[in-house]
C-alpha cells in the first residue's frame, strides 16, 4: 500500500533554511503529483506546493513568497521542500501527500504522519 | 482565491446523523472532496468528487453537493467518528484550497 515518510524538521532559528523530505512506496512514484500541506499547531490544514511527476510547480503564493522550493528525484522515490528565510510562523507539521486528478478536480488521496518544524531562536 | 467556509465545531449524541457543511460561491458547480483528521493522526481522505467513497471508508459517511453549500454527513454517529472535518477544491486549477475545518464532538 502507499506510504510517505517525511523527514527533516526541527527546531531552527528565524532566518535559517532547511529541507524537508518525503520518500514515497507502494505505487508508480513517477506519475503522480506530489504536494506538502502544512498545519499550524491548533489550527487548520494550508497547502503549500504541489509538483508534478514531471516536475512542474505550483505554489500557494501567500503563503511561500518566493521563500519555498518543491522538488523531486524520481530515482529515489522522494521528493522536497526546501524553505530559506524561515520565519516564526512558518512553524507547522508539515505533511507530504500524493495527489490526483479526477474529472475538474483534484484531492490528497494518500498523506504522510508530518514531520515538524518549530522557528524559534 | 475561493474562500469555504466551514462551522468550527458541531456536537452530536452517539447514533444520530451529523451533518458537516462546507460553504462556497457557487461550490455545486465544483469537484469538492472532504478530510478526517482525528487527534494525532494524519489526515485521512474520506469523500472525493463530492460523493465518492475511497475504500476503506464507512458507507456511513456520505457527501452531496449542490448550490452554495456542500455537506458531509455522518449517519449513526459513533464515539470513532470524533475528529476534525474539512472539506477542499481545487480552485482554478491553480491551488489547493482548504476550508477552516470543523470538530465533531460526539455527546
Known amino acids: 500500500q502507499v506510504q510517505l515518510s517525511e523527514s527533516g524538521g526541527g527546531v531552527v532559528q528565524p532566518g535559517r533554511s532547511l529541507r524537508l523530505s518525503c520518500a514515497a512506496s507502494?505505487?508508480?512514484?513517477?506519475?503522480?503529483?506530489m504536494h506538502w500541506v502544512r498545519q499550524a499547531p491548533g489550527k487548520g490544514l494550508e497547502w503549500v506546493a504541489r509538483?508534478?511527476?514531471?516536475?512542474?510547480?505550483?505554489y500557494n503564493v501567500d503563503l511561500a513568497k518566493g521563500r519555498f522550493t518543491i522538488s523531486r528525484d524520481n530515482s529515489k522515490n522522494t521528493h522536497y521542500l526546501y524553505m530559506r528565510s524561515l520565519r516564526a510562523e512558518d512553524t507547522a507539521v508539515y505533511h507530504c501527500?500524493?495527489?490526483?486528478?479526477?474529472?475538474?478536480?483534484?484531492?490528497?488521496?494518500?498523506w504522510g504522519q508530518g514531520t515538524l518544524v518549530t522557528v524559534s531562536s | 482565491s475561493y474562500a469555504l467556509t466551514q462551522p468550527p465545531s458541531l456536537s452530536v449524541a452517539p447514533g444520530q446523523t451529523a451533518r458537516i457543511t462546507c460553504g462556497g460561491n457557487?461550490?455545486?458547480?465544483?469537484?469538492v472532496n472532504w478530510y478526517r483528521q482525528k487527534p494525532g493522526q494524519a489526515p485521512v481522505l474520506a469523500v472525493y468528487?463530492?460523493?465518492g467513497r475511497p475504500s476503506g471508508i464507512p458507507e456511513r459517511l456520505s457527501g452531496s453537493n449542490s448550490g452554495n453549500t456542500a455537506t458531509l454527513t455522518i449517519d449513526r454517529v459513533e464515539a470513532g467518528d470524533e475528529a476534525d472535518y474539512y472539506c477542499?477544491?481545487?480552485?482554478?486549477?491553480?491551488?489547493?484550497?482548504f476550508g477552516g475545518g470543523t470538530t465533531l464532538t460526539v455527546l
Open positions: 501527500a500524493k495527489g490526483t486528478f479526477l474529472g475538474s478536480g483534484s484531492f490528497l488521496d494518500s
Open positions: 507502494g505505487f508508480t512514484f513517477s506519475t503522480y503529483a
Open positions: 509538483i508534478s511527476g514531471e516536475g512542474g510547480v505550483m
Open positions: 457557487n461550490i455545486g458547480s465544483t469537484s
Open positions: 468528487d463530492s460523493s
Open positions: 477542499q477544491v481545487w480552485d482554478s486549477g491553480l491551488y489547493w484550497v
